[in-house]
């Protein structure tokens, strides 16, 4: 059973507009969440992460915010350009756990 | 530092051969991870090590799949006898530690496609 879910899997956006990303997870224990990016033929690569005892976390044009009631995460890019078009993995782990996956969204920036 | 170093890139071979994926995880990391990408599942944990020691394989889907780390900076998963189903690009990824902060380093994937 997936723990993590993503559950669009792409999403279009105009070049200087926002992109948010969201990410659902079922585990209460998990106190660790990530965002990874994923060009064609590259591995996925670290991009943004936050703790459980925050609810935001920013870095230049990303920001994470997290939603522990809820259970949701969501990656906001602003403003999206045309080079950030790649899947986005969210990922979640818990202490001593190894980090579960979604299936991650497809974003296209368009020019 | 160059990275987790997988290899090969890609391997066609046919149903019923072996395969044997490799990976060369980060100097200094204790951890060694191998995911499975797949549309449906999306990045799917097969297996993973601490300090060259298996700790949870449940993520290995059958018998036909196996993974052995005989020291810290090489690691093997062998598909014997390949399917056609097995067809996916295999991640291999390598942290510091297992503590839940830690970030993967992915390597660049071998795509494996079984005829």
């Known amino acids: 059973d997936q723990q993590v879910k993503q559950n669009s899997p792409s999403l279009s956006v105009q070049e200087g507009r926002i992109s948010i990303l969201n990410c659902d997870y079922t585990?209460?224990?998990?106190?660790?969440f990530l965002w990874y990016k994923k060009y064609p033929a590259e591995g996925p690569t670290f991009l943004i992460s936050i703790s459980s005892i925050k609810d935001k976390n920013e870095d230049g044009r990303f920001t994470v915010f997290l939603n522990k009631s809820a259970k949701h995460l969501s990656l906001h890019i602003v403003p999206s350009q045309p080079g950030d078009s790649a899947v986005y993995f969210c990922?979640?782990?818990?202490?001593?756990?190894?980090?579960?996956f979604g299936t991650g969204t497809s974003l296209t920036v368009i020019p | 530092d160059a990275g987790v170093i997988q290899s090969p890139r890609h391997e066609v071979t046919e149903m019923g051969q072996e395969v044997t994926l490799r990976c060369k995880p980060i100097s200094g990391h204790n951890s060694l991870f191998w995911y499975r990408q797949t549309m449906m599942r999306g990045l799917e944990l097969l297996i993973y090590?601490?300090?060259?020691?298996?700790?949870?394989d449940s993520g290995m889907p059958e018998d036909r799949f196996s993974a052995k780390m005989p020291n810290a900076s090489f690691s093997t998963l062998k598909i014997q006898p390949s399917e056609p189903r097995d067809s996916a690009v295999y991640f291999c990824a390598s942290s510091f530690s297992l503590r839940s902060n830690e970030k993967l380093f992915f390597g660049s994937g071998t795509q494996l496609s079984v005829l």
């Open positions: 090590f601490n300090n060259n020691v298996p700790i949870d």
């Open positions: 585990n209460s224990m998990f106190d660790y």
């Open positions: 990922a979640a782990s818990a202490p001593g756990n190894q980090f579960y």
